[in-house]
């Protein structure tokens, strides 16, 4: 178990080890009935007080994370980490958790697609919903007419055809750039790898909103960055926080996702997206754009990217296709200009010497016809009418003391419960009856937040969506008041 201590760092060394142990845990890296070190051991391994690493225990027991046998040592609760040891796991593999690791954190990656009937827990859109047989037939029609493509590897930065259609793509939202300055991915999440490579290493600032998107956590912790944190409201990041952090710090990358905001699903306004841009200019750091899905609006268009008024080249810019196309093409386009580009992409050489050849040309006949405009029109109309349904059963069925965002774009519901109340405690019990969601501490980089949660609306149908969403209220109507009214303990 690697924990990364940052000296200098404003959070207290107790608070980053019980963090650190934290994640392993929601990571499933510390499996179940698992022995953390000695305190004696942990302290001289970390160099720091004894006293120090007792604070941290004694946080974790008091999270229910862990429990302290005297005499035994101090184990991973069974109820917290639900990964399964099976006989062939006992004991012959347990030597492996001698071995050093430098994976601080994995949350994202067991949420993303687990099993469940009712999937609530996936950003990711119904296969009903995507061109599935049309992007079948061009497969077919181009495999027929070039089968030599299956014996080709694709240029480093990307198939240029692909890159020009992408260019001209990207214009309808206000983002000029040319094929040159364009590096296409396996999907947004090797964008944001690709970056956290290059540019972050042990003890640089990074800037997230909180909450924000688990996966990009991952990455920028497993690169060992000092995380700092700005709230958000219902404009997006609250810039004048912003501004003071980077007053007493200099960032070097502030990592923002402005259009329909995962996991909220807020929408950051232009005017916070213009003074974020001279915040990042005045500094002289790196804004990494996320934009997933911006596309997928159900009222009025949102606000053009930042990257759009960047002219300075201080916006990396990611855009995935996967969500809304074909998922198992994983394709993602990158935005960036100057030698920031030319680092990129030499760490995009260095990851893997492109992506591959088939997927990219796989989706060019649909990203240059007309198909693209009606498949998204379409798409908006069918979750629109999800989201709504979603929220008129939350609204019939979810007890008092319950509140969401509304969203007017995107995949998913942010879901805020009392304080007391523990999402995490609550999904074991949503899984039982064979539902997920993702509890909300998998979305905050710093603070420990477990009371709130996201649904998705896009995965699941109509039929299927009712279904699960009145059973997660008769799970929460007779989990919360049965905890609140005993002398309100928290729900563990």
């Known amino acids: 178990m690697h924990i990364e201590i940052q000296r200098k760092s404003e959070t207290s060394l107790s608070k980053q080890i019980f963090q650190s142990i934290v994640d392993h ?3 499933g890296l510390l499996p179940q009935g698992s022995q953390l070190p000695s305190v004696r051991e942990l302290s001289k391994e970390l160099e720091v007080s004894f006293v120090t690493v007792v604070k941290a225990y004694k946080e974790l027991e008091k999270e229910k994370l862990v429990t302290s046998i005297q005499g035994k040592g101090t184990f991973v609760n069974i109820e917290e980490s639900d990964i399964r040891k099976t006989e062939k796991d006992e004991p012959a593999f347990d030597w492996q958790l001698s071995l050093q690791d430098y994976v601080p954190r994995a949350q994202f990656s067991r949420f993303h697609h687990v099993p469940g009937e009712i999937q609530l827990s996936s950003s990711m859109i119904d296969p009903g919903l995507l061109p599935n047989r049309y992007l079948e037939q061009e497969i077919h029609k181009m495999l027929s007419e070039n089968p030599r493509i299956l014996s080709q590897y694709s240029e480093i930065q990307g198939d240029y055809k692909l890159r020009v259609a992408m260019s001209q793509y990207l214009k309808q939202f206000e983002v000029s750039t040319t094929p040159d300055n364009l590096l296409i991915t396996n999907g947004s999440q090797q964008g944001l790898d690709l970056v956290a490579r290059t540019f972050i290493g042990p003890g640089d600032v990074v800037v997230m909103e909180s909450p924000t998107y688990p ?6 912790r497993g690169r060992g960055a000092t995380i700092l944190t700005v709230p958000i409201d219902k404009e997006g990041m609250k810039v004048d926080i912003l501004q003071n952090l980077c ?11 402005p259009t329909f905001h995962n996991p909220t699903g807020t929408v950051m306004s232009h005017k916070r997206r213009r003074q974020l841009l001279e915040i990042a200019k005045s500094i002289q750091c790196i804004i ?17 990217p930042i990257k759009s008024m960047d002219y300075y080249g201080h916006v990396i810019y990611l855009k995935g296709l996967s969500k809304t196309l074909a998922p198992s093409c994983r394709i993602g386009i990158l935005s960036a200009s100057g030698s920031i580009f030319n680092r990129l992409l030499a760490a995009k050489s260095n990851a893997d010497l492109g992506s591959p050849l088939l997927t990219q040309k796989s989706l060019l006949p649909f990203v240059t016809s007309k198909k693209m405009i009606e498949h998204m029109k379409k798409l908006r109309t069918a979750l629109k009418v999800r989201r709504d349904l979603v929220l008129d059963l939350l609204s019939h069925y979810a007890p008092e003391g319950i509140s969401w965002i509304i969203p007017i774009g995107g995949l998913n519901i942010w879901i805020s419960l009392p304080t007391w109340v523990d999402t995490n405690q609550l999904l074991i019990e949503a899984k039982k009856n064979n539902i997920t969601f993702l509890p909300g501490s998998a979305c905050y980089p710093v603070e420990q937040e477990n009371h709130h949660m996201r649904l998705s609306f896009s995965y ?4 299927q969506l009712q279904q699960g969403i009145r059973t997660l209220c008769n799970i929460l109507n007779s989990e919360i008041p049965s905890k609140k009214n005993n002398n309100n303990t928290p729900y563990f």
Not at 215 to 220: C, L, N, P, Q
Not at 288 to 304: G, L, M, S
Not at 460 to 463: C, F, G, L, R, Y
């Open 247 to 257: 007053d007493k710090y200099k960032p070097k990358i502030i990592y923002t996702i």
């Open 288 to 304: 990494v754009e996320d934009d997933p899905w911006c596309e997928i609006y159900f009222d009025k268009k949102p606000p053009t």
């Open 25 to 27: 845990i929601r990571s």
């Open 460 to 463: 699941m149908n109509e039929q």
């Open 215 to 220: 996966g990009a956590i991952d990455i920028f």
